[in-house]
């Protein structure tokens, strides 16, 4: 499951810290958490709304 945050690196922070996940992959716009059970995995996408155009589809 995507997430899109304006901070990867605090929302894996929380996600690590508080449900079990642990980072898989890091990247400077990304980050992949998974766990060991059958939790779904997670990726962090980082999202400016001030520098990043705006998603095409339905408004908001």
């Not at 059958?38 to 589809?57: F, N, Q, Y």
């Amino acid at each position: 499951m995507s997430l899109t945050v304006a901070d990867p690196a605090a929302s894996s922070k929380f996600f690590t810290s508080h449900l079990g996940f642990r980072e898989i992959l890091i990247n400077a716009d990304f980050i992949a958490l998974g766990r060991d059970d059958a939790a779904v995995d997670l990726v962090l996408i980082r999202h400016d709304p001030e520098t990043d155009p705006p998603a095409s589809g339905r408004p908001v």
